[in-house]
């Protein structure tokens, strides 16, 4: 994987992805390289954590926009931290989505916020002609 294309790719989203969530504070965002997971059929894409503000991407093996939308889902994440949601004792462990109720809303947030947040910033690129600028920036 071309990283520093793909951290360019970052650099250019987050402000956009941040405007658009009106989060108001930072997250850190660590890109992790883990061929084990990736040879999992499962393995992880994406994690948050909402006591550092930090989200991990996992990147071995995947496509640069898949990574940016696993990006994207783990920033509303961050904005639901950054609104007290993470604010009570809960468990992640497998199931937790279909058991606890106010996570399952919280996870269908994340997934129709975040595809939509990626799909409006890629539009709005393509639209305007940014998109072959910043190709041939990424491409360099």
Not at 13 to 18: C, D, N, T
Not at 30 to 57: C, M, Q, R, W
Not at 60 to 81: A, F, G, I, M, P
Not at 102 to 111: I, P, Q, S, V, W
Request: aromatic share 10%.
């Amino acid at each position: 994987m071309d990283m520093d294309r793909l951290i360019s790719m970052i650099e250019a989203f987050y402000p956009y992805a941040r405007k658009a969530m009106e989060f108001n504070r930072p997250v850190d965002i660590e890109l992790h390289s883990d061929p084990e997971n990736a040879d999992a059929d499962f393995g992880k894409t994406a994690a948050y954590s909402p006591s550092e503000h930090k989200v991990i991407l996992y990147v071995d093996n995947r496509h640069h926009k898949d990574v940016l939308r696993s990006l994207s889902h783990e920033l509303v994440h961050h904005l639901q931290n950054c609104r007290g949601e993470f604010d009570r004792e809960f468990e992640t462990g497998p199931g937790y989505a279909q058991e606890d109720g106010h996570l399952r809303k919280m996870e269908e947030e994340a997934y129709l916020l975040g595809n939509l947040c990626l799909r409006d910033y890629e539009d709005g690129i393509k639209s305007k002609g940014l998109f072959e600028k910043l190709l041939k920036e990424w491409c360099r």
